[in-house]
C-alpha cells in the first residue's frame, strides 16, 4: 500500500466528514497501524500539496493539511460510486465520445486512466463509450487539450455484448472473486466489540482494496451484466463488512485526532 494512495483513502473515508483537516501528527498516528511510516506519509503529504490536493493549514495549533476543493470533488464523487449512495437507471441510451487519439503515449495513458475511472470503456482507441452520461468528460478533455464528439446513441442489437467489448468483463469478475477471497480471512479475524485498531486495520485494507475497482467497473446497470455477477456480490460483501467494522473504525480514528 503506497502512502499516497493510503492518505487519500485516510481523508475520503474518515476525514471528508470530519472537516477534512488533520495535523501530521494524527495522519501518521491513522497510518501506522496500515504500515506507512512517518516519513513516507511526511514525503506523500508534500507531494499531494504540489498537486494541488492538500493544502497547509493550522489545526488545533498545529501545522496540518486540508483537502482543497478539488479534493473534495473527487473524493464526494468517489465515495458515490463506492458506496452507491445515487440511485440510477439506464436509459437504454449510450453515450459515445469520438475524439483523435494522442500522439504521444504518455498523454493517451492519462487520458485512458481518466475515461475509465469516469466509466468509459473503448471500442476502439478513439470511441468510447458509457451507459451513463458523465458530467466530468468535458473537464477531462480540457485537461488533455484534445476536442471530442459526443452523441446519445440507441444501439440497435445486442449491447450486452457490446459492453463485453468495451471491458474485460470476465477479468473484472475474476478479480471480484479474488477480491473477496482474499478479504474474507481478514475481516472475519476483525473483532470490533473488543479491538477498534484491528477493527480499523481490516476496514481501511477492505476498503483500499475495493476503492481499486473505481478505475475499472462501470457499474453497468444490470441489463448490460453477465449473469449471475460477480461484482454484485463483492459488492454486497463489501457493504456487510464496511458497515460493521465502521464503529470501532471510527473510534480509533478519533482517538488520534486532537480533542474537539
Same mark, same amino acid.
Given at each position: 500500500?503506497?502512502?499516497?494512495?493510503?492518505?487519500?483513502?485516510?481523508?475520503?473515508?474518515?476525514?471528508?466528514?470530519?472537516?477534512g483537516c488533520a495535523p501530521i501528527a494524527s495522519l501518521v498516528c491513522a497510518l501506522a497501524p496500515v504500515g506507512i511510516?512517518?516519513? +513516507?506519509?511526511?514525503?506523500?503529504?508534500?507531494?499531494?500539496?504540489?498537486? =494541488?490536493? /492538500?493544502?497547509?493549514?493550522?489545526?488545533?495549533? *498545529?501545522? =496540518?493539511?486540508?483537502?482543497?476543493?478539488? *479534493?473534495?470533488?473527487?473524493?464526494?464523487?468517489? $465515495?458515490?460510486?463506492?458506496?452507491?449512495?445515487?440511485?440510477? @437507471?439506464?436509459?437504454?441510451?449510450?453515450?459515445? !465520445?469520438?475524439?483523435?487519439?494522442?500522439?504521444?503515449?504518455?498523454?493517451? *495513458?492519462?487520458?485512458?486512466?481518466?475515461?475509465?475511472?469516469?466509466?468509459?470503456?473503448?471500442?476502439?482507441?478513439?470511441?468510447w463509450i458509457s451507459p451513463w452520461q458523465d458530467t466530468e468528460l468535458e473537464q477531462v478533455f480540457h485537461e488533455a487539450?484534445?476536442?471530442?464528439?459526443?452523441?446519445?446513441?440507441?444501439?440497435?442489437?445486442?449491447?450486452?455484448?457490446?459492453?463485453?467489448? $468495451?471491458?474485460?468483463?470476465?477479468?473484472?469478475?475474476?478479480?471480484?472473486? @479474488?477480491?473477496?477471497?482474499?478479504?474474507?480471512? !481478514? !475481516? $472475519?479475524? +476483525?473483532?470490533?466489540?473488543?479491538?477498534?485498531?484491528?477493527?480499523?486495520?481490516?476496514?481501511?485494507?477492505?476498503?483500499? *482494496?475495493?476503492?481499486?475497482? /473505481?478505475?475499472?467497473?462501470?457499474?453497468?446497470?444490470?441489463?448490460?451484466?453477465?449473469?449471475?455477477? +460477480?461484482g454484485a456480490d463483492a459488492a454486497a460483501f463489501f457493504d456487510t463488512h464496511a458497515a460493521r467494522l465502521r464503529p470501532? +473504525?471510527?473510534?480509533? !480514528?478519533?482517538?488520534?485526532?486532537?480533542?474537539?
Amino acid at each position: 500500500m503506497h502512502a499516497r494512495s493510503a492518505l487519500f483513502d485516510l481523508y475520503g473515508d474518515y476525514l471528508r466528514q470530519r472537516g477534512g483537516c488533520a495535523p501530521i501528527a494524527s495522519l501518521v498516528c491513522a497510518l501506522a497501524p496500515v504500515g506507512i511510516t512517518g516519513p +513516507a506519509v511526511r514525503t506523500a503529504v508534500s507531494r499531494m500539496v504540489r498537486q =494541488g490536493w /492538500l493544502r497547509a493549514t493550522d489545526s488545533h495549533g *498545529a501545522r =496540518g493539511y486540508a483537502l482543497t476543493a478539488r *479534493a473534495m470533488h473527487r473524493l464526494d464523487q468517489s $465515495a458515490a460510486r463506492i458506496y452507491r449512495t445515487r440511485h440510477k @437507471e439506464w436509459d437504454g441510451n449510450l453515450d459515445m !465520445v469520438l475524439f483523435s487519439p494522442p500522439t504521444h503515449r504518455s498523454t493517451r *495513458a492519462q487520458l485512458a486512466t481518466a475515461l475509465r475511472f469516469h466509466g468509459y470503456g473503448p471500442l476502439s482507441a478513439g470511441t468510447w463509450i458509457s451507459p451513463w452520461q458523465d458530467t466530468e468528460l468535458e473537464q477531462v478533455f480540457h485537461e488533455a487539450d484534445i476536442t471530442f464528439t459526443r452523441f446519445s446513441a440507441a444501439h440497435h442489437g445486442d449491447t450486452a455484448a457490446l459492453a463485453c467489448r $468495451a471491458w474485460d468483463l470476465d477479468d473484472l469478475a475474476l478479480r471480484y472473486l @479474488e477480491f473477496i477471497s482474499t478479504m474474507g480471512p !481478514v !475481516v $472475519a479475524t +476483525a473483532d470490533p466489540q473488543s479491538d477498534s485498531e484491528a477493527a480499523y486495520t481490516a476496514r481501511f485494507q477492505l476498503v483500499h *482494496a475495493f476503492r481499486v475497482f /473505481l478505475f475499472s467497473d462501470p457499474q453497468l446497470p444490470p441489463q448490460l451484466c453477465p449473469p449471475n455477477w +460477480a461484482g454484485a456480490d463483492a459488492a454486497a460483501f463489501f457493504d456487510t463488512h464496511a458497515a460493521r467494522l465502521r464503529p470501532a +473504525a471510527d473510534h480509533f !480514528v478519533d482517538q488520534c485526532l486532537p480533542p474537539k
